[in-house]
């Protein structure tokens, strides 16, 4: 029958069963026969012999009992004579002598002498159970495949027993080991059983053996991940080689069976490949470059397979971290350019978008531009800036601005980008022409060319282009009546003046004109300026003599009183000079004398005075001839003849006539110099009745000129007044003479029309033109 292993634990002992066979004691007839177990004592009592056989015990010495053997057999047993008994002579080992035969008898024989007797004895060894069941090898080895089904037997060697019957192992000798349930080699591996074989004796004894079941490998395990879903992450930009996580997966087998080999579950575009995975050892690596912009995370099936094919998979997923690798980028959207300069502050010129292609704070964008501009970033939705104005924009004084715009993100290290925007402002006529001087001043020369170039005005206008183009015009106006124009004409483009005619100091000496410089904007803006021309002087006239008068016109002749002293005035030479300054200013010489000693002219004056005192012995015609010379470069003059007659009447003459005879005289010049010393006489006297009632009021005279004749202002006519308070100027000749003449008591005047180009004696003509201005300024009304 069989046994089974129900479970086993290690070293569970297994127990057979045995039942044992007691072999019946008895006795073959006409012999004696005895039974007893073997492995008795020697010495050990069988039985009486003697008495079983019916012989007296003390007879057996004498007949020679004794024990005898058939052939060479052992004699196993012993007659003690004295007694009788049979007794154990060697040890009766029943395996030894009888092996597995089921009854082991000993044939003995007790021969007697007196008389020969011999008498068979049969000695039945009984088994005892003196050997214990014995496997053969102390372990039994056995290698179950585990993949082995549920049932399957396993023989075992059989336990040996040398005894026989119940004394040796009962039941079935070979025992078979049965699997009960499946193995799993990956659970447990082998297995320590301890068989105990038992016999039916009694006591038992028990054999026991060790066996030791292998289980051997299939490959029943497929590899297992550690996990389900690896999961990973990694800056971007990592280098190659980056180690980034490392997949295992076990499996349970052995040998190829757990060789586990790693692998992608699918091949990832060629061109996309970033990760590598070690086949063997698991570790994924970096081996492309890592953008998180293009790719913020990667998942992948990942599988592991052993030898034999068997996988499993899993989820790789890597997430990638962003890294502040992407500076900003400033996109101009929109721009404004040229901006007019008259853009109201707050005027949108350009829109900005600025994108960073990080994430969380690598995207936060700080935008600014530079400081000290009249723009500002006005943040609008989103990314986006409103590039807007916040001042007063002026062409003139900026006309391009170069804004940086500059972007910074809030990474670690932050990042930042800029752009330049180059923005121009457009021209508005907003600037009219500014001339570079207040007021101009020319200075022509009389009797200049006409279409000769007096001076020239500039106006500068910043504004661009036409709005700055500067045209130049004369204001329409009058010059006494006279267009301006033709006088003066302008060069539009230059501003160059031109004379249109040529000038005479002696018509007029300035006046003014107004120049407009007109920019070429829509609409226009305009200024003007004041031209002042002053027309010098040029030494054109000769001095003109008014007393006397040009020889020919008339025939005067001036008594001298024969007792005038050294000193007295006897008559004066009144000239005048159209011009002005050293071009008048007179000088008299005398150039011939009928007696040079006697009478001497005053150089500036004019005045002929006698040099000593008339004597008898002086001729009594006395001609002078004079010259009279202005101090102009050069110098014009003009003579004239004064013819004076020693007398105290013209009735005491009597050679008058031959006076006028001398010099081509009639009787005509005679009466006219008669008449000609009356009227002085006459007016002589009348001035000395001004003066006297000048001095009775008291009036201090103003000197008016101060070279050798001073003239009382009162005695200026009106027309002076005028030229010194209203200050208008009279188109005609501006000088005029007043004069005495013929009486040493009387003061001679002499000035000109002008109060003011009259110079003091000791002063040259050199004026600044500071101080015609305030000429000009005095006398307004030149149109
Ligand atoms: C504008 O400014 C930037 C930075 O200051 C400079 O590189 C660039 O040359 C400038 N451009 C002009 C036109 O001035
Ligand atoms: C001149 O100014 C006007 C506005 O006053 C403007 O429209 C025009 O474009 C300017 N011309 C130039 C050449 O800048
Ligand atoms: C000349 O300029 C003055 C102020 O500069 C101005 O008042 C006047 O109107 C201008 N005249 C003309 C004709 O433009
Ligand atoms: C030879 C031998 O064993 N003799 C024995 C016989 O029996 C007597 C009595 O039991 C013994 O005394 C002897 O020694």
């Given at each position: 029958y069989t046994f089974t292993m129900a479970?086993?634990?290690?070293?569970r002992s297994l127990v057979c069963g045995f039942a044992f066979f007691l072999l019946p004691l008895h006795s073959a007839n006409g012999d004696v026969s005895y039974s007893f177990p073997e492995e008795?004592?020697?010495?050990?009592?069988?039985?009486?012999i003697a008495k079983d056989l019916g012989l007296e015990a003390s007879r057996l010495s004498a007949r020679k009992a004794r024990i005898d053997t058939e052939?060479?057999?052992?004699?196993?047993c012993d007659i003690?004579?004295?007694?009788g008994d049979l007794i154990v002579a060697e040890r009766i080992d029943r395996e030894g002598l009888?092996?597995?035969?089921?009854s082991c008898v000993l044939n003995q024989e007790l021969v007697l002498e007196n008389p020969l007797e011999l008498q068979r004895i049969s000695l039945h060894v009984q088994d005892i159970n003196d050997n214990a069941p014995q496997f053969k090898e102390e372990v039994i080895k056995i290698e179950i495949a585990e993949l082995s089904v549920k049932g399957a037997r396993f023989l075992l060697d059989e336990a040996r027993d040398a005894?026989?019957?119940?004394?040796?192992?009962?039941?079935?000798k070979n025992a078979e080991l049965v699997l009960d349930k499946e193995l799993d080699r990956e659970q447990q591996q082998e297995f320590k059983l301890l068989l105990t074989a038992v016999d039916g004796g009694s006591p038992q004894r028990s054999g026991t053996v060790v066996i030791h079941v292998t289980v051997l490998d299939a490959n029943d395990n497929a590899p297992v991940f550690s996990q389900a879903v690896y999961k990973a992450s990694l800056p971007e930009n990592?280098?190659?080689?980056?180690?980034v996580i490392t997949v295992s997966a076990s499996d349970l087998d052995e040998g190829p069976n757990g060789e586990v080999l790693y692998d992608f579950d699918h091949v990832s575009d060629e061109n996309n490949i970033v990760f590598s995975l070690?086949?063997?050892?698991g570790e994924l690596r970096v081996i492309g470059s890592l953008d998180y912009e293009d790719e913020s995370s990667y998942e992948m099936q990942i599988s592991a397979k052993d030898g034999l094919g068997l996988a499993s998979s899993s989820t790789l997923i890597i997430e990638i971290t962003d890294v502040n690798d992407n500076a900003p980028v400033i996109y101009?959207?929109?721009?404004?350019?040229?901006?007019?300069?008259?853009?109201?502050?707050?005027?949108?010129?350009g829109i900005i978008n600025v994108q960073d292609r990080d994430s969380e704070n690598n995207r936060q964008v700080r935008c600014y531009i530079q400081q000290n501009l009249p723009f500002k970033l006005v943040p609008s939705i989103k990314n986006y800036y409103s590039l807007v104005t916040t001042g007063e924009l002026d062409r003139e004084l900026v006309s391009d601005y170069n804004i940086t715009i500059t972007a910074t993100d809030e990474g670690s290290p932050p990042l930042s980008s800029s752009k330049s925007v180059q923005l121009s402002v457009a021209d508005v006529n907003d600037n009219p022409p500014v001339f570079e001087e207040q007021s101009y001043k020319a200075h022509v020369t009389e009797?200049?060319?006409?279409?000769?170039?007096?001076c020239s005005v500039t106006a500068r206008d910043p504004d661009w282009r036409q709005n700055g183009t500067v045209i130049y015009s004369l204001l329409p106006g009058e010059v006494n009546g006279v267009p301006v124009s033709s006088f003066l004409s302008v060069?539009?483009?230059?501003?160059v003046i031109h004379a249109v005619k040529s000038f005479d100091y002696e018509q007029f000496r300035s006046f003014k004109v107004h120049v407009v410089a007109r920019d070429n904007g829509s609409p226009p803006l305009s200024s003007n300026v004041t031209v002042s021309v002053f027309i010098t002087d040029v030494n054109d006239n000769s001095p003109q003599i008014?007393?006397?008068?040009?020889?020919?016109n008339s025939f005067m002749t001036e008594l001298v009183p024969k007792a005038a002293h050294g000193g007295s005035l006897v008559s004066k030479v009144i000239a005048v000079d159209a011009d002005s300054g050293q071009n008048a200013w007179l000088s008299y010489h005398?150039?011939?004398?009928?007696?040079?000693?006697l009478f001497t002219i005053g150089?500036?004056?004019?005045e002929i005075r006698t040099q000593r005192d008339i004597s008898e012995?002086?001729?009594i015609k006395q001609n002078l001839i004079v010259s009279v010379k202005d101090n102009g470069q050069p110098s014009l003059s003009a003579t004239c003849t004064m013819y004076l007659v020693i007398s105290?009447?013209?009735?005491?003459?009597?050679e008058l006539k031959d006076v006028s005879y001398d010099e081509n005289n009639s009787k005509l010049t005679s009466y006219l110099i008669i008449a000609l010393v009356s009227v002085s006489t006459f007016f002589l006297t009348f001035i000395i009745v001004i003066l006297a009632v000048r001095f009775c009021r008291r009036r201090k005279p103003r000197l008016l000129?101060?070279?050798a004749v001073a003239i009382p202002?009162?005695?200026?006519?009106p027309n002076y007044a005028e030229v010194d308070?209203?200050?208008?100027?009279?188109?005609?000749?501006?000088y005029d003479a007043y004069l005495t003449t013929g009486s040493r008591t009387s003061d001679f005047k002499f000035v000109t029309s002008f109060n003011d180009n009259?110079?003091?004696?000791?002063?040259?003509?050199r004026k600044t033109p500071t101080d015609f201005a305030e000429e000009l300024d005095d006398s307004e009304g030149f149109g």
């Amino acid at each position: 029958y069989t046994f089974t292993m129900a479970s086993f634990p290690q070293h569970r002992s297994l127990v057979c069963g045995f039942a044992f066979f007691l072999l019946p004691l008895h006795s073959a007839n006409g012999d004696v026969s005895y039974s007893f177990p073997e492995e008795m004592k020697r010495g050990s009592v069988i039985g009486n012999i003697a008495k079983d056989l019916g012989l007296e015990a003390s007879r057996l010495s004498a007949r020679k009992a004794r024990i005898d053997t058939e052939g060479n057999r052992k004699r196993y047993c012993d007659i003690n004579l004295s007694t009788g008994d049979l007794i154990v002579a060697e040890r009766i080992d029943r395996e030894g002598l009888c092996g597995k035969k089921a009854s082991c008898v000993l044939n003995q024989e007790l021969v007697l002498e007196n008389p020969l007797e011999l008498q068979r004895i049969s000695l039945h060894v009984q088994d005892i159970n003196d050997n214990a069941p014995q496997f053969k090898e102390e372990v039994i080895k056995i290698e179950i495949a585990e993949l082995s089904v549920k049932g399957a037997r396993f023989l075992l060697d059989e336990a040996r027993d040398a005894d026989i019957g119940q004394n040796t192992v009962q039941r079935r000798k070979n025992a078979e080991l049965v699997l009960d349930k499946e193995l799993d080699r990956e659970q447990q591996q082998e297995f320590k059983l301890l068989l105990t074989a038992v016999d039916g004796g009694s006591p038992q004894r028990s054999g026991t053996v060790v066996i030791h079941v292998t289980v051997l490998d299939a490959n029943d395990n497929a590899p297992v991940f550690s996990q389900a879903v690896y999961k990973a992450s990694l800056p971007e930009n990592s280098p190659l080689d980056t180690l980034v996580i490392t997949v295992s997966a076990s499996d349970l087998d052995e040998g190829p069976n757990g060789e586990v080999l790693y692998d992608f579950d699918h091949v990832s575009d060629e061109n996309n490949i970033v990760f590598s995975l070690d086949h063997k050892t698991g570790e994924l690596r970096v081996i492309g470059s890592l953008d998180y912009e293009d790719e913020s995370s990667y998942e992948m099936q990942i599988s592991a397979k052993d030898g034999l094919g068997l996988a499993s998979s899993s989820t790789l997923i890597i997430e990638i971290t962003d890294v502040n690798d992407n500076a900003p980028v400033i996109y101009l959207q929109s721009l404004t350019s040229p901006i007019p300069e008259n853009a109201s502050p707050g005027t949108e010129v350009g829109i900005i978008n600025v994108q960073d292609r990080d994430s969380e704070n690598n995207r936060q964008v700080r935008c600014y531009i530079q400081q000290n501009l009249p723009f500002k970033l006005v943040p609008s939705i989103k990314n986006y800036y409103s590039l807007v104005t916040t001042g007063e924009l002026d062409r003139e004084l900026v006309s391009d601005y170069n804004i940086t715009i500059t972007a910074t993100d809030e990474g670690s290290p932050p990042l930042s980008s800029s752009k330049s925007v180059q923005l121009s402002v457009a021209d508005v006529n907003d600037n009219p022409p500014v001339f570079e001087e207040q007021s101009y001043k020319a200075h022509v020369t009389e009797n200049n060319k006409p279409g000769a170039s007096v001076c020239s005005v500039t106006a500068r206008d910043p504004d661009w282009r036409q709005n700055g183009t500067v045209i130049y015009s004369l204001l329409p106006g009058e010059v006494n009546g006279v267009p301006v124009s033709s006088f003066l004409s302008v060069n539009g483009d230059t501003g160059v003046i031109h004379a249109v005619k040529s000038f005479d100091y002696e018509q007029f000496r300035s006046f003014k004109v107004h120049v407009v410089a007109r920019d070429n904007g829509s609409p226009p803006l305009s200024s003007n300026v004041t031209v002042s021309v002053f027309i010098t002087d040029v030494n054109d006239n000769s001095p003109q003599i008014l007393y006397p008068a040009p020889e020919g016109n008339s025939f005067m002749t001036e008594l001298v009183p024969k007792a005038a002293h050294g000193g007295s005035l006897v008559s004066k030479v009144i000239a005048v000079d159209a011009d002005s300054g050293q071009n008048a200013w007179l000088s008299y010489h005398i150039v011939k004398s009928t007696d040079p000693g006697l009478f001497t002219i005053g150089l500036h004056s004019g005045e002929i005075r006698t040099q000593r005192d008339i004597s008898e012995s002086d001729n009594i015609k006395q001609n002078l001839i004079v010259s009279v010379k202005d101090n102009g470069q050069p110098s014009l003059s003009a003579t004239c003849t004064m013819y004076l007659v020693i007398s105290d009447n013209l009735a005491e003459v009597p050679e008058l006539k031959d006076v006028s005879y001398d010099e081509n005289n009639s009787k005509l010049t005679s009466y006219l110099i008669i008449a000609l010393v009356s009227v002085s006489t006459f007016f002589l006297t009348f001035i000395i009745v001004i003066l006297a009632v000048r001095f009775c009021r008291r009036r201090k005279p103003r000197l008016l000129f101060d070279g050798a004749v001073a003239i009382p202002s009162a005695y200026l006519p009106p027309n002076y007044a005028e030229v010194d308070g209203a200050g208008t100027l009279r188109s005609t000749y501006n000088y005029d003479a007043y004069l005495t003449t013929g009486s040493r008591t009387s003061d001679f005047k002499f000035v000109t029309s002008f109060n003011d180009n009259t110079l003091p004696a000791d002063q040259t003509l050199r004026k600044t033109p500071t101080d015609f201005a305030e000429e000009l300024d005095d006398s307004e009304g030149f149109g």
